[in-house]
């Protein structure tokens, strides 16, 4: 099975307030890229691909009241709490903090736990405490995904090494891979391999052998989990990455990188056109 996953971060947010979003108002952002994504993206309805796509809070439910009668857009949140409500229990004293639960009732079926964004300020809190285990995010990030694959949702997981971590990057993707999936239900679960050392302006990202060995790896310890490039799919990349057999996908940010930056509807589906090869 492929997966083309989709992060919109916070690409909401109108450029008079230092953010991307030119497309759409506030109100109707999130409603707008499901009515101008889905019609197109049924003509992959034999081609076995999921298409998930994952929306800052303030835009799920609209995006979810978009959705069409047997529409092959997945949506999803980013991240879930660690916690959760019960029968009998915890009943919403979750004051900030969205759960799986609360996910799965607007109407969510997917979540991305561990982006590296997340990882990042996740180890800052930790810092601030004065904890120096660096094993602690991912036991963190262990419960994020056991809560939110409770609730049932499906789990995009995201790993990687930084520039520092790049030398043993074995060890770093292990530790990730082992601590957060430890006793969770590995089906419900894809992994995204993010190469953090080669996300920003002017770094070069892998190339096609990297990717491979890296996929390869995660493979090797998961069990053969299907892992996609979690790097950046783009219309640049998109036939290397098709091309690479352990890979299964990819996810997918902003659209375009230079003049108008952003995120935009009909280059999400030019990606995929180029990705799928129709």
């Known amino acids: 099975m492929k997966h083309i996953f989709l992060n919109l971060k916070r690409f909401d947010i109108p450029k008079e307030y230092g953010g991307v979003n030119s497309i759409a108002p506030m109100g109707e952002w999130g409603s707008y890229i499901v009515k101008n994504t889905q019609e197109a993206l049924k003509n992959y309805e034999g081609d076995d691909v999921e298409f998930a796509m994952y929306f800052p809070e303030a835009h799920l439910i609209p995006a979810v009241s978009a959705l069409c009668e047997n529409s092959p857009v997945a949506v999803g949140c980013q991240s879930v709490y660690r916690d959760d409500t019960a029968v009998g229990g915890n009943f919403g004293a979750f004051t900030t903090n969205r759960t799986g639960n609360a996910a799965k009732a607007i109407g969510c079926t997917t979540t991305i736990i561990g982006h590296c964004e997340e990882r990042r300020d996740k180890a800052g809190i930790l810092a601030e405490a004065g904890v120096t285990d660096t094993a602690a995010v991912n036991r963190l990030l262990n419960q994020e995904i056991k809560a939110a694959v409770k609730a049932g949702l499906r789990v ?3 790993i990687g090494e930084s520039d520092q971590e790049q030398d043993r990057w074995q060890e770093v993707l292990k530790e990730q891979l082992e601590t957060g999936l430890d006793g969770v239900d590995k089906s419900m679960v894809t992994i995204a ?26 493979k090797e310890v998961t069990g053969n989990m299907d892992v996609v490039y979690g790097g950046g799919l783009k219309v640049d990349n998109a036939e290397m990455l098709a091309s690479i057999p352990v890979m299964d996908g990819g996810l997918i940010a902003l659209t375009r990188f230079q003049g108008e930056i952003g995120f935009y509807p009909e280059e999400y589906l030019e990606i995929i056109r180029t990705y799928m090869g129709k």
């Open 156 to 158: 995009l997981y995201c």
């Open 193 to 218: 391999y993010e190469p953090i050392w080669a996300i920003g302006p002017g770094k070069t990202p892998p190339d096609k052998d990297y990717i491979t060995m890296i996929g390869t790896y995660v």
